[in-house]
């Protein structure tokens, strides 16, 4: 039987309003008002962390969402939880992209070897189990990554199919949000070659692009960092070769650098 199917009447209406209602958020404020919402009958969990990116190549980025006090992305170390957060991915691509449980029991979640340097650390060591699922993308390489954690150390086991039901109108809803103003402040940027890039041409997206590329980034790696897919980055550059006349990355990086040089 299938989760639809097994809903009753009632569950059925609940279900319908919040995927109604995931269409209208917007701001951090409504994820979170969803997500305390009737979400939580079917999906009971204390902390959300969403994480996003290219985990082959370490670059991720999260947002926190919870209703605990001090809890937010802002407050959380990137460093602390990137293995986690790592780990926890590459055991969803083991166990063949399904949405899995994980009960710690009284242990609770540890980040950093156990060092609980911020909030965060402190409220996952009170989390019993999490559930994690994700969206991998084959296209860009950006793969989402859900965990929502619980301090029920059992969790419902209809909780595991209402995962997979409702994860497209969570990822949704939080691709309809901003980024936080810090959720990139530790991607180092570029030399500044606006003046150079701009006498060739090139937008002011074509010359952060250029400059990333020329440090020897990757399209994926470019596009992690920018938060575009590899596709976008690889369409922005064909677009890049027309106007500087060249064939390949190579040459475009090379009279890329010359007019940044003659600047």
Known sequence: MSFISSLSSED????????DEAIGVRRHFDLLRWLQGEVQHFLPHEIMIAAWGDFGLGLIHHDIVSA????????????????????????????????????VGECGFLLNDGRLQCALGCALQGMRSAMVHGINDERGRHDCLYIIF???SDPDPSARAAMTFLLPYLDTALRQVAHLPRQYDAAPA?????????????????IEIMGWVSMGKTNSEVGSILDISAFTVKNHLQ?????????????????????????
């Open 190 to 206: 570029p030399a500044e070659p606006t003046k150079g890039g701009e006498d060739l041409g090139l937008t002011q997206r074509e």
């Open 239 to 263: 677009r890049i070769f027309k106007k500087l006349n060249v064939y390949n990355r190579t040459q475009a990086v090379s009279k890329f650098e010359q007019s940044i040089g003659h600047d």
């Open 12 to 19: 059925l209406e609940s279900y319908c309003r919040l995927v």
């Open 150 to 152: 619980s301090m029920a």
């Open 68 to 103: 605990l006090p001090g809890i937010r992305t802002e407050h959380s170390e990137a460093d602390m939880l990137a293995p986690l957060l790592s780990g926890l991915f590459n055991r969803w691509v083991d166990l063949g992209k399904v949405p899995y449980v994980l009960d």
